[in-house]
């Protein structure tokens, strides 16, 4: 079955904490992407691997953002120094068709 | 580059009233065209999909029609439910029918029905 794990699922963090998101797809995919949702508006698209390769990265993805897919499986997304802009729902989501399947996703909230 | 823009919320409709969320989108090339839902509480999910000009995509009684002359995919519903209450987001992917790429999402539209 195609499914998505996201943990955590919530995270409350202080502004200038470090913080790691981690993303598990149920089967293997070549293909996984990073999206971040702010409050009232849709997903938009951070990055995506190729197995351990990352491919592509937007301009939203700033040098504090880092994403990484060590074996090809899971991967995890992190922010250092975070700031209140920070503050989103950061999705994971593996091909499935021409779609995407997306996990629950992971609250973030910057204080 | 590619965009989605879809009629703004939120919109608020009685049970069996007829529902009509605009979307128009910008791509060059072919998209294939999405909506997803957000029900309150839970994860993003697809909707309903159409690969290629003329298609209609349909799903638990929504429908939606691919028009490259106007750029829409309208998303229709002929009687709404209480149970439609959510958030949905038209979108489109930039890669075409062969491959999975990224998704563009528009803002969101949210659906209040009342009983």
């Known amino acids: 079955d195609t499914g998505v794990s996201q943990n955590p699922r919530h995270k409350i963090t202080k502004r200038g904490q470090n913080v790691t998101f981690r993303c598990d797809p149920i089967s293997e995919h070549n293909r996984l992407y990073w999206y971040r949702q702010t409050l009232g508006q849709g997903p938009e698209f951070l990055t995506y691997f190729q197995n351990e390769a990352q491919l592509e990265k937007s301009r939203l993805l700033s040098d504090r953002f880092s994403a990484e897919r060590p074996k090809g499986s899971f991967s995890t997304l992190e922010i250092q120094r975070t700031e209140q802009g920070d503050s989103a729902m950061y999705l994971c989501a593996i091909p499935r068709g021409v779609e995407a399947f997306f996990g629950q996703g992971t609250r973030l909230t910057v204080v | 580059g590619d965009s989605v823009t879809q009629m703004e919320g939120p919109v608020t409709l009685s049970e069996e009233a007829f529902l009509t969320i605009n979307c128009t989108y910008t791509a060059t090339g072919y998209p294939s065209l999405f909506w997803y839902v957000q029900y309150p509480g839970e994860g993003l999910q697809l909707?309903?999909?159409?690969?290629?000009?003329?298609?209609?995509?349909?799903?638990?009684?929504?429908?939606?029609?691919y028009r490259k002359e106007t750029t829409s995919f309208h998303l229709e519903k002929g009687s709404v439910q209480v149970s439609d209450s959510a958030v949905y987001f038209c979108a489109l992917s930039d890669g075409g029918y062969s491959s999975a790429?990224?998704?563009?999402?528009?803002?969101?539209?949210?659906?209040?029905?009342?009983p």
């Open chain 2, 47 to 65: 909707l309903l999909k159409a690969t290629k000009a003329d298609d209609k995509g349909s799903n638990k009684g929504f429908e939606a029609t």
């Open chain 2, 101 to 114: 790429s990224k998704i563009i999402f528009g803002s969101g539209t949210r659906l209040s029905i009342r």
